[in-house]
């Protein structure tokens, strides 16, 4: 099991950026893939961004694709979410999840596939 504390998030106005990032500690950061996800009020969880163990494969959901850019640094054991252009409709709280992999360009997308999970960061964007 890896422990996930996600840190970064705030209140910031429309079109503006914040840096969350997904601190990791347990396990070789190294062997898992990672991913980030969001949950607005009323809404079920959604898939926002994925990224392999060595952060070649990235995935990012629509509606957030050229505004995002997730990272990770395996040395700081830390994975990133530069957000840019933020929307009042980005509002939610952040969750960061990890899933053990083996290596390759394997990411993932759906919750059900990572069983370990931070607390979450809370962001909200203004009109």
């Known amino acids: 099991q890896v422990q996930l504390v996600e840190s970064g998030g705030g209140l910031v106005q429309a079109g503006g950026s914040l840096r969350l990032s997904c601190a990791a500690s347990?396990?070789?950061?190294?062997?898992?893939?990672m991913g980030w996800f969001r949950q607005a009020p009323g809404k079920e969880r959604e898939s926002v961004a994925a990224?392999?163990?060595?952060?070649?494969?990235?995935y990012y959901a629509d509606s957030v694709k050229g505004r995002f850019t997730c990272s990770r640094d395996n040395a700081k054991n830390t994975m990133y979410l530069q957000m840019n252009s933020l929307k009042p409709e980005d509002t939610a709280v952040y969750f960061c999840?990890?899933?053990?992999?083996?290596?390759?360009?394997?990411?993932?997308?759906?919750?059900?596939?990572?069983?370990?999970w931070g607390q979450g960061t809370q962001v909200t964007v203004s009109s």
């Open positions: 999840a990890a899933k053990q992999s083996f290596g390759g360009h394997s990411y993932y997308t759906q919750e059900y596939y990572y069983p370990d």
């Open positions: 347990g396990r070789t950061f190294s062997m898992y893939a």
């Open positions: 990224i392999n163990w060595n952060g070649d494969s990235i």
